[in-house]
């Protein structure tokens, strides 16, 4: 007895991708942060940015070029490692310890602007506060995001928001970075279409 021919098969369904922000869009929410970063501090005294690796360090790098091109104002920044600090150490592969570099002068009685890409659960960001606790006591600690796509997880809200970007838990946000990944762009990948 023959078999049936088999049904053609339809071709897998391929993620839904879609461009949030262009590099000329990234570079115009560095600026406007820059600008709200200036306003809120008063002109960014006794400031200091703390990037958050990977791409939170390039992104604190470029606000303080940009603070210091609007307002000749040059503002100190570091580089805050968290992976000891995070609370799924042991769901994930070993993860390379970082530097922390503070800036000359360190963090005690500054206010500290902590910069990452993409705010999802605020679980990195808890990380952070824990590792800036056992480094200094900032007189206040702030933070900037480019993209916060929301589904928090704990009572972390950002004080700087390049993009709001409502997302559903099926989908993920994309940051590169020139720096990193040799472009500036922002894409959000859907479920499957």
Known sequence: MACPPAAPSSPPRQ?????????????RVVDRIAHQILEKTQGAADTVLLGIPT?????????????STFEDVSVPVGVLDI????????????RA????QLPPGGID?????LVDDVLFSGRTVRAA????????RPASVQLAVLVDRGHRQLPIRADYVGKNIPTSLAESVKVTLAETDGLDEVKLYGGAV
């Open 15 to 27: 993620p839904s991708v879609k461009v949030i922000l262009a590099a000329t869009d990234v570079s």
């Open 55 to 67: 791409r939170g360090t390039p992104l604190a790098k470029r606000l303080a070029a940009r603070i």
């Open 83 to 94: 992976t000891l600090y995070r609370d799924d150490l042991r769901r994930h592969a070993t």
């Open 97 to 100: 310890i970082g530097p922390t």
């Open 109 to 113: 009685g500054k206010r500290v602007v």
């Open 129 to 136: 506060l824990d590792a800036l606790n056992d480094l200094g």
